[in-house]
């Protein structure tokens, strides 16, 4: 069974932050979901549940605890979303590939959101502090 990471363009980058361990797409904390047309494409904004074990010098420097990246989905064939009604959303998300196309699939008590598209990215990494 494939990972998440092994339908992304470029895996490099988020390989260089989880250098033992890749984290899972469980239990993520949604903070955005943002429609463009350009592509068209939709980017994900979330935090991972896990922190890797040998963060960059300049993470641990500052303290940070909570990794928070972008996923961007790319030549988007076919979207459904519902709810999106409240602010927080703690979700699993679900990547996999059905007829040559990326499916990302979101089901959770407050959000339900399933994207078809033919390309997935991680577009950003980041760092941050939370009490």
Not at 4 to 21: A, N, P
Request: proline content about 4%; charged content about 25%; overall charge positive.
């Amino acid at each position: 069974m494939s990972f998440w990471t092994d339908f992304l363009i470029d895996k490099r980058k988020i390989c260089s932050i989880y250098t033992d361990e890749l984290p899972s797409l469980d239990c993520v904390d949604i903070h955005e979901i943002l429609f463009h047309r350009d592509g068209p494409k939709v980017t994900l904004r979330f935090n991972f549940k896990l922190y890797p074990n040998n963060p960059p010098k300049k993470w641990v420097g500052q303290n940070f605890n909570t990794v928070q990246a972008q996923l961007t989905l790319l030549d988007i064939k076919d979207v459904n979303l519902k709810g999106w009604t409240g602010t927080s959303y703690i979700a699993d998300i679900k990547i996999g590939k059905n007829n040559g196309l990326i499916n990302l699939n979101i089901e959770s008590k407050k959000l339900s959101l399933n994207i078809e598209s033919s390309f997935l990215d991680i577009t950003s990494i980041s760092a941050y502090y939370i009490k």
